[in-house]
């Protein structure tokens, strides 16, 4: 019983409701049989419309059901031969029960890549670059059977990134998949395929919250700062070295972006999360208002590359232009627009680099108002939920929001009608730049 509620809070956390049909799809497709086992290409599709994989790349697990080896390798490699001291002449390339498969990085030598490969391991998410969003390998495996009646499927697949996360289906047989040659002219198919499904679930990956969000606006001094231990809290006593102060001289040492294990080294904040999100209410004009949105890293040893935030509003239903960052919407559910993807331009802002002078990446956003739901009260102005690749961000309390006003200031009834014309030419303009 422990077990079944478990795996219902589980299987209800992997569940977003911005990316219902989200997943991670595996397709195992035997295109030709060996004479003891059989050739295939094994596709990790990224159907997630904001989560993407990155460096350092995904590891795919599974145990063989039998006794099963493989024999070689293109485009994926294993991370341990394993024991194959029981074979004579030819050594397989891989001998373990639960082989490690992980993608090879650029620049692998051209007879040992094949389509979508050698990327090292980063998949895109589907809405950003749905060009790399798609992931193969090739494996030939041997003490298999050589038909589709005597081949037994894989178990027990693991997606790790490189941590926990996804939560894997056990694989099952499919209809063949379908290929097309590159002129059109020709369809085949492969002799077997299986496949799986890979959910993530924040919950799996993390306990802590990875990111939280900041609010301001342009007629309140006051700034809402993130939650205090919105993703940890400093304790110097029972966990020294948890962070760091941004004067510290320490900084200046030799190889401190680096560490052989990944361990994050942050700035110490009273929120202490990686990354901050700062939305700002810049101006209001007379038919638009405008907002300013910062993203900044406080990790020093951690760049995010492809990187993409969420955010869900209700007037991005009239979202006019975005000057920064690319953008999409997101519209699962039908005709409700409220919920928008932004990610970095490519060359430009893509990169958010560690803490330091390029750990900020920033954009400004035009929306035009609705003059039925359009409000500076009761928090309107903000965001209702944030997530920073693919992880919700901690929000302040809603009671803690700047007060704002319901409309812009009057102007005072002794203006002249020639400063009262000016004024207006004024706003106008305001709307184009």
């Not at 991670?24 to 596709?43: L, N, Q």
């Not at 498969?101 to 979508?116: E, F, R, T, W, Y």
């Not at 802002?349 to 390029?358: A, K």
Request: glycine share 6%.
């Amino acid at each position: 019983m422990l077990a079944l509620i478990l795996n219902s809070a589980i299987s209800a956390d992997s569940f977003d409701p911005l990316d219902p049909n989200g997943n991670i799809t595996i397709k195992w497709d035997i295109m030709s049989w060996t004479g003891d086992g059989y050739v295939a290409t094994v596709t990790l599709s990224n159907y997630q419309l904001y989560r993407h994989i990155q460096t350092p790349g995904w590891h795919l697990g599974w145990t063989w059901a039998k006794k099963e080896i493989i024999w070689s390798m293109v485009g994926a490699e294993a991370t341990d031969q394993g024991d194959c001291s029981r074979f004579k002449g030819t050594i397989p390339y891989c001998c373990m029960k639960k082989p490690t498969i992980v993608d090879l990085l650029p620049g692998a030598p051209s007879n040992q890549q094949v389509a979508n490969c050698c990327r090292g391991g980063v998949i895109s998410a589907y809405a950003q670059d749905i060009d790399t969003s798609v992931s193969a390998f090739q494996v030939t495996v041997g003490n298999t059977g050589t038909s589709a009646r005597t081949i037994l499927l894989p178990k027990n697949f693991t997606l790790n990134t490189p941590g926990p996360g996804y939560t894997c289906s056990p694989a099952k047989v499919v209809n063949p998949s379908q290929f097309i040659s590159p002129d059109g002219r020709r369809h085949t198919q492969a002799l077997v395929t299986w496949k799986l499904t890979c959910t993530y679930s924040q919950f799996i990956a993390q306990r802590a919250p990875t990111c939280c969000v900041s609010l301001s606006s342009f007629y309140n001094d006051t700034i809402i700062p993130c939650p205090v231990c919105s993703c940890a809290c400093q304790n110097n006593i029972t966990q020294p070295g948890i962070c760091i102060k941004g004067d510290s001289p320490y900084l200046k040492t030799p190889g401190i972006n680096t560490a052989q294990n990944n361990t994050p080294l942050i700035q110490c904040t009273p929120h202490m999360c990686p990354i901050q999100i700062h939305w700002h209410v810049k101006l209001n004009y007379k038919l638009y208002w405008r907002v300013k949105v910062s993203i900044t890293n406080f990790n020093y040893r951690m760049n995010y590359s492809n990187w993409n935030i969420v955010l869900q509003h209700p007037n991005f239903d009239n979202l006019t232009e975005v000057f920064s960052f690319n953008y999409q919407p997101l519209i699962p559910y039908g005709s409700l627009n409220d919920t928008a993807l932004f990610w970095g331009v490519k060359y430009y802002n893509d990169m958010l680099m560690e803490d330091g002078p390029m750990g900020n990446v920033q954009s400004e956003i035009l929306l035009q108002k609705n003059s039925q739901t359009f409000t500076f009260k009761q928090g309107w102005a903000f965001p209702r939920i944030v997530y920073f690749n693919g992880d919700n961000c901690v929000m302040p309390p809603p009671d803690q929001y700047p007060t704002m006003p319901n409309s812009a200031p009057v102007l005072e009834r002794g203006m002249s009608l020639g400063l009262t014309v000016l004024a207006l030419a004024a706003t106008s303009l305001l709307v184009f730049i």
